[in-house]
T-cell receptor, first 114, second 114 residues
């Protein structure tokens, strides 16, 4: 299957700082990428849909000014958690949609905010 | 809003057994259903994608079926192995305005005892 690379896999930061997570589709072009978060022992929850060259669409309850998403090219989307707080600590996973409609996921990024 | 339920939440069986994992969804107007595997602290690996026009898909020891009218899918694992131990998630397209993001079940945590 197609490969989605996510970086960094783990990040620890101080409260109030910003953290950027990158999501790259390595062998396919993804006009649409999705960002999810997963709390311990919970399922994945969609945060936002990122379309190349346009503004992201955020799910209800997700602060767009806090979770900045940029999809500058067909192979790269970034999620920036601004002014991070401990409650933002979570597992963030991105995915890109291949041309068959199947979604391919990155390995995830574990964010810990101290 | 689409809701996805997976039963059982956890399952522990001896190696070699055949298993059935269940997934149900509330809105049958889906165009595909996808099964994923998630290892602890890792991202998702796509196992099988079933289009709405299909009734089942097979990959190796895995077989997934889809009954749209009843809102159900099953994942059958034949001759289970310890390496199959993981959390299995089913997901359907998000019909709540998520622009083709996925709605996930909470998963079935599977342990195969050697």
């Amino acid at each position: 299957g197609a490969v989605v690379s996510q970086h960094p896999s783990r990040v620890i930061c101080k409260s109030g700082t910003s953290v950027k997570i990158e999501c790259r589709s390595l062998d396919f072009q993804a006009t649409t990428m999705f960002w999810y978060r997963q709390f311990p022992k919970k399922s994945l929850m969609l945060m936002a849909t990122s379309n190349e060259g346009s503004k992201a669409t955020y799910e209800q309850g997700v602060e767009k000014d806090k979770f900045l998403i940029n999809h500058a090219s067909l192979t790269l989307s970034t999620l920036t958690v601004t002014s991070a707080h401990p409650e933002d600590s979570s597992f963030y996973i991105c995915s890109g949609r291949g041309n068959t409609g199947e979604l391919f996921f990155g390995e995830g990024s574990r964010l810990t905010v101290l | 809003k689409q809701e996805v339920t997976q039963i059982p939440a956890a399952l522990s069986v001896p190696e070699g057994e055949n298993l059935v994992l269940n997934c149900s969804f509330t809105d049958s107007a889906i165009y595909n259903l996808q099964w994923f595997r998630q290892d602890p602290g890792k991202g998702l690996t796509s196992l099988l994608l079933i289009q709405s026009s299909q009734r089942e898909q097979t990959s190796g020891r895995l077989n997934a079926s889809l009954d749209k009218s009843s809102g159900r899918s099953t994942l059958y694992i034949a001759a289970s192995q310890p390496g199959d131990s993981a959390t299995y998630l089913c997901a359907v397209p998000d019909l709540g305005g998520g622009a083709d993001g996925l709605t996930f079940g909470k998963g079935t945590h599977l342990i195969i005892q050697p």
